[in-house]
């Protein structure tokens, strides 16, 4: 896998850790990213807290057999109580807690119906905020309905589809490559697509705007028909693997929204997501591409996308 692509698995950014709905009060759940066993829970109060996974004693996985009580969690092994800011909270059978008695904390936010945690390499604070979608919980757009792959990729080279107006054609049989305009201020790389689409009416001039909000959260609004969004978020499992989610929600309003249009919109963006994975998971990336004047704007996608890496490849 390494010698697929020049840049690091894990770059650095937020990254889903769980859908908010999938974490109630209580729970724990054991997760694997970046590499590392990690694990996330959420306190008695609703705040959700991501740990590395062994305690710092003896190493028992606290997400197998852990128990959340209040804000902490405790070990099944022997019962040492962490904090969600990784300090020692307790120690059942001892007064007088060790010096370095402490567990990594993972950096967390829950915004949009999403649990996202910060990863850096170098272990340093965030540096840029997620931004709040008007779409999510409105009464005017319909709940989200996730869509979950497993990809051997990685998702920054997944994510170039979003300037390579050309595969729409080869690869999704459009009529017609989409015209692409980009723009990138910091960490936000944004990308505005028109281009001819089909539905269960026939066919029609639709929108694409994708949003990247770092290397972790992208948001796609389709219009034309039905409006939809899309929330798109992925986080590097280990240096193969990548777990990427589709979240969909369908705009209310209008007569096509109860038609079944949105649902086939949403078919159709599934159908395409299993068109690209067989070419994700067995190309290469070429830093240096042989490029043609049609192919689209790559050169300016990498050079966004390499500020996420502490060092340069």
Request: glycine fraction near 10%.
């Amino acid at each position: 896998m390494e010698t697929r692509y020049p840049f690091p698995a894990y770059p650095n950014g937020w990254f889903r850790a769980a859908y908010s709905s999938e974490l109630a009060a209580g729970e724990i759940k054991a997760l694997r990213y970046f590499g590392e066993d990690l694990v996330l829970y959420r306190g008695a109060g609703g705040q959700a807290y991501l740990l590395d996974a062994h305690c710092r004693h003896l190493g028992a996985h606290l997400g197998v057999g852990g128990k959340v009580e209040g804000e902490q969690i405790r070990c099944p092994f022997h019962g040492w109580k962490w904090a969600g800011d990784g300090s020692c909270a307790e120690i059942p059978y001892c007064k007088r807690i060790p010096k370095g008695a402490q567990t990594r904390s993972w950096p967390v936010v829950e915004t949009n119906g999403v649990i996202f945690v910060w990863h850096h390499d170098r272990g340093e604070a965030p540096t840029y905020e997620l931004p709040t979608l008007p779409e999510i919980g409105s009464e005017d757009w319909t709940s989200l309905e996730m869509r979950k792959w497993k990809v051997r990729s990685r998702w920054l080279d997944m994510n170039e589809n979003a300037v390579d107006r050309i595969h729409f054609v080869y690869v999704h049989g459009t009529h017609t490559a989409p015209e692409t305009d980009v723009e990138v201020k910091d960490h936000i790389l944004a990308c505005k697509s028109r281009m001819k689409m089909g539905s269960p009416q026939g066919e029609f001039i639709g929108g694409i705007d994708t949003t990247d909000y770092g290397p972790g959260l992208q948001t796609v609004r389709v219009t034309g028909v039905v409006d939809t969004l899309m929330v798109n978020t992925s986080t590097p499992i280990d240096d193969e693997y990548t777990d990427v989610s589709f979240a969909y929600s369908i705009s209310k309003s209008g007569d096509a929204a109860n038609s079944g249009v949105g649902a086939a919109i949403i078919k159709d963006l599934e159908k395409q997501m299993g068109q690209d994975i067989p070419i994700w998971e067995n190309k290469k990336y070429f830093d240096r591409p042989v490029l043609c004047e049609e192919d689209g704007q790559f050169g300016v996608y990498r050079k966004w996308m390499r500020q996420f890496f502490s060092e340069q490849w």
